[in-house]
């Protein structure tokens, strides 16, 4: 739950204080915030830039992990090619420099260690960091309830959060590009037969978490539900 004074959508400012490096086109940035943030895994901030013409653009980005308190918000960014925002912000932002933010938003991409269901994550690209914030909030409950991953990724060093996902024996990464000699995963884009074969492997109906973009969203929604699963329990996030 959001416990900080105040509405949340008051614009803050906030200072970089790290720039982490995911992978070629994807940056992990730590803002210093005024206040303590409290945010649910799933949710989502809005980031506003504003141009020295005084114009101004935002857009959402999820945060990287469940608010711990502390003054410190963790934003993971994908250089978009062409986009209006996240070049600016990938390739332009710098320790010490400042932007707006408000936020959480979002009540239904959430999970909390109330859900006592079995948890599946299906993500594709920069869709996989709200799927982090809910993998790590998880990890860190005294949830007992199975946690399992699906990822796709175009290449391995695209892959994300490698520290936390690679490491996991409930995180399967599919690679659909340039795939290495050694690499031991899955490759390809992800298929109904690979869904059928986690889906099967839980112990009872797993609620579900996609996120990506639009198209990859809508191919995963209609394989679970061919996979049994009912669209009640199936939660989607669109990033474009
Ligand atoms: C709830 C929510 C949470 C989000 N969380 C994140 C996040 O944690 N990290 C993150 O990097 N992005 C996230 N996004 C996407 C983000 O809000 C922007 O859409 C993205 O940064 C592109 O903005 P832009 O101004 O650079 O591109 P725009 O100028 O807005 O769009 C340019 C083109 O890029 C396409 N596009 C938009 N997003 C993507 C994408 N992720 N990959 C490839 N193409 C894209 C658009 O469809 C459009 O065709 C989230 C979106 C939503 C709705």
Redesign the pocket.
């Known amino acids: 739950m959001t416990t900080r004074v105040g509405s949340n959508n008051e614009w803050f400012e906030a200072t970089v204080m790290s720039v982490t490096e995911e992978s070629p086109t994807?940056k992990t940035f730590v803002f210093k915030t005024p206040h303590p943030i409290t945010n649910i895994a799933g949710q989502?901030y809005e980031l506003r830039l504003t141009a020295e013409n005084g114009y101004q653009?935002a857009?959402?980005?999820?945060?990287?992990k469940a608010g711990t308190g502390k003054k410190e918000l963790s934003?993971?960014?994908?250089?978009?090619?062409?986009?209006?925002?996240?070049?600016?912000?990938?390739g332009g932002l710098k320790v010490g420099d400042e932007v707006e933010i408000r936020g959480p938003?979002?009540k239904f991409?959430i999970w909390t260690d109330e859900e006592y269901r079995p948890v599946l994550l299906v993500g594709g690209?920069?869709?996989v960091?709200?799927l982090h914030a809910i993998f790590t909030a998880h990890r860190d409950s005294r949830s007992k309830a199975e946690v399992k991953m699906l990822y796709s990724s175009h290449t391995f060093e695209d892959v994300l959060y490698k520290d936390d996902f690679l490491s996991s024996p409930d995180v399967a990464v599919t690679l659909t590009r340039n795939v290495p000699e050694d690499w031991e995963g899955l490759t390809g884009r992800v298929t109904k037969g690979m869904l059928e074969v986690i889906v099967d492997s839980f112990e009872a109906q797993p609620i579900c978490y996609v996120?990506?973009?639009?198209l990859f969203v809508d191919a995963i929604t209609e394989a679970l539900q061919a996979a049994g699963i009912p669209s009640t329990s199936i939660k989607t996030?669109?990033?474009?």
């Open positions: 994807v989502h653009a857009r959402l980005y999820s945060a990287t934003l993971t960014i994908m250089n978009v090619k062409d986009g209006e925002v996240s070049p600016y912000v990938s938003f979002g991409f690209g920069s869709g960091v709200p996120c990506g973009m639009s996030e669109r990033f474009g």
